[in-house]
């Protein structure tokens, strides 16, 4: 199935209705990546400012490969999905000292970076090096499957294989980097999730789903996630200008960031200090404690939800070399109020500090 006359309109659209972007102006490979990465999984309102944030700070490659890991986790604060960031950075050391600075010019080869799975490797392939490898992103797989009537499940495998050899069979060979972008621009603006603007759209007359009233139900996704519900209790100890913190490791959430120290309890968040299992390690050199059970924080996460409470407590300045060999032996941190700003952290602690200032 090759639709000439789908490639051809949505290259029409494409040129009267484009948004001007800055990665769109250009073919370097390293910008492109950098966006590609920002924009997974983030709307571009909101993947904007920090595209801008990086390419000021790391203009070429080699400025983000050597910059500190903590600079660059701090740099991506707020954005969610903290891995792609640990990702970005290692993929950045890879190009520098694996390809001398610059990125494979093919498919495959692009596809061995970490971090870039098959989309990306199709967008940087195409955009900065006009490969006819088409792009499948959540836009692709809503415009294909209504426009030619698609119901295989786009979250199973058999789903992404359909629709990837399906993209690339509409794909246009003349001009491979102007089609992929039109086609997830199409998804983005004309081709909504909801109330896509059929009435005007210039593909109404041979689009399956519109002609035969299925809008809204395709595309097909079957959501197998299962969310898991956990109940996080922060002690958010304060010594003088002090503050404790954690940094946190491998095999769970935000590794990488840092909180507070954290006693996570099983059904419920606790209501009661004497709960808190490291309480009595600090109780002796405390002056005050605020805690108000009420006062919680509901955090959602794409397979979490975390519900928070914190607990805070004012330790006496006399005490300060008790507890600094206490978060010695615990593997916390003291820090002061600046250095905490600078840090790395979730966007729960951010809330949070926020709302105490
Ligand atoms: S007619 Fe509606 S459903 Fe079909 S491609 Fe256009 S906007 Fe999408």
Excluded at 52 to 81: H, T
Excluded at 172 to 186: G, L, T, V
Aim: aromatic fraction near 12%; hydrophobic fraction near 40%; proline fraction near 4%.
């Amino acid at each position: 199935m090759n639709n000439k006359y789908f490639a051809s309109t949505l290259l029409e659209w494409y040129s009267l209705h484009k948004r001007d972007l800055p990665w769109r102006n250009t073919k370097d490979p390293y910008i492109i990546w950098l966006s590609e990465i920002i924009l997974q999984q983030t709307r571009v309102a909101q993947g904007l400012p920090y595209f801008e944030k990086f390419i000021q700070n790391y203009p070429k490659v080699e400025d983000l490969a050597a910059a500190p890991a903590d600079e660059v986790m701090r740099l991506w604060q707020g954005l969610g999905y903290y891995s792609r960031a640990r990702n970005l950075h290692y993929c950045a050391k890879e190009v520098v000292s694996i390809y001398g600075g610059r990125f494979p010019d093919s498919y495959q080869g692009l596809l061995r970076l970490k971090g870039v799975g098959s989309y990306t490797a199709a967008a940087i392939a195409s955009f900065a090096f006009d490969q006819a490898v088409a792009v499948v992103d959540g836009n692709v797989f809503r415009v294909l499957a209504r426009y030619f009537g698609i119901s295989t499940d786009i979250a199973s495998s058999k789903g992404k294989m359909e629709f990837e050899a399906i993209a690339n069979q509409n794909i246009s060979k003349d001009h491979p980097a102007e089609y992929n972008q039109a086609i997830m621009e199409f998804g983005s603006l004309q081709c909504t999730p909801k109330n896509p603007d059929c009435t005007h759209c210039p593909l109404k007359a041979n689009c399956f789903a519109f002609k035969e009233g299925m809008v809204e139900q395709l595309p097909v996704k079957i959501n197998k996630l299962k969310v898991k519900t956990r109940y996080f209790n922060y002690l958010y100890i304060r010594c003088g200008l002090n503050v404790i913190v954690k940094q946190r490791g491998a095999g769970d959430i935000w590794q990488g960031l840092y909180d507070f120290p954290l006693h996570e309890s099983k059904r419920e968040l606790i209501s009661n200090i004497e709960d808190l299992d490291m309480f009595s390690n600090i109780e002796s050199i405390t002056d005050k404690v605020k805690f108000n059970p009420q006062s919680t924080f509901k955090h959602i996460l794409t397979h979490q939800r975390i519900f928070a409470n914190f607990v805070e407590f004012t330790i006496n300045e006399k005490s300060q070399e008790q507890l600094r060999e206490w978060v010695k032996q615990r593997g916390f941190e003291m820090v002061d109020m600046e250095t905490l700003e600078n840090l790395p952290k979730p966007r729960l602690l951010l809330r949070f500090l926020n709302e105490e200032k």
